[in-house]
């Protein structure tokens, strides 16, 4: 079949496409948990500054961020290679949404766990380490879970600052070849196998945090 010929450079695109995407999500998520906690635990400078980060990351098209980083920061002198850009702006576009839900699982915590750290004198950061984030984190997971995939998704938007991802293949063989039906059907096909991997792999962390959140109880009990 014809369709076949295009696999292999298909393939090499979905590995930059799954690479672009694990590194995003993996930076992304220090940033999340650096803006979220900032603002709930991080006095008023911090909090500020985190949340201009997430308001101006969350209210910007990802689009018009990408090319404001690959095209208009090298006029003031400051440029990235083209793959360093889309792991930067992706990361950024994680930190700002994935803030929101580690700010909305801590504050999920209850007042009487956080009464019970001062009753056992535990500081911000005993009570922060020992009590709040582990039972956060359970909260936190199944709509991580949702940003990686969407992540992965919006990753293909990549492809317009000269990245050849799995998008940017597809677009370049269906330009030679005409096969707009064949090519795209793989590629939709492509990103749903991925997709559908980076769904397994964050319900088995999901899982892995559940029980280790539930161990501590037992441990306890």
């Not at 936190?140 to 600052?161: C, D």
Request: charge should be positive.
């Amino acid at each position: 079949m014809e369709w076949l010929s295009y696999l292999p450079a298909l393939s090499r695109g979905a590995l930059i496409t799954a690479g672009i995407t694990l590194a995003a999500i993996a930076i992304g998520a220090v940033a999340a948990f650096a803006a979220g906690i900032a603002r709930v635990e991080g006095g008023r400078v911090l909090s500020l500054v985190a949340l201009c980060y997430t308001e101006l990351f969350r209210g910007t098209s990802l689009l018009v961020q990408l090319f404001w980083f690959y095209y208009a920061l090298p006029l003031v002198g400051i440029s990235f290679e083209p793959v360093a850009t889309g792991i930067l702006v992706l990361s950024l576009h994680v930190g700002a949404y994935g803030s929101e839900i580690v700010r909305g699982a801590l504050q999920s915590v209850s007042v009487q766990q956080h009464e019970a750290a001062r009753a056992l004198n535990f500081g911000r950061a005993q009570t922060l380490i020992h009590i709040t984030l582990p039972q956060a984190l359970v909260e936190m997971m199944p709509a991580f879970g949702n940003l990686a995939i969407e992540t992965l998704k919006l990753s293909s938007l990549v492809s317009l600052i000269s990245i050849a991802d799995l998008t940017f293949r597809a677009q370049s063989i269906r330009n030679l070849t005409l096969d707009s039906a064949g090519v795209y059907s793989l590629t939709l096909l492509g990103y749903f196998a991925m997709s559908l991997v980076l769904m397994l792999v964050m319900r088995l962390i999901e899982r892995l945090v559940r029980r280790g959140a539930a161990f501590p109880r037992a441990a306890h009990s």
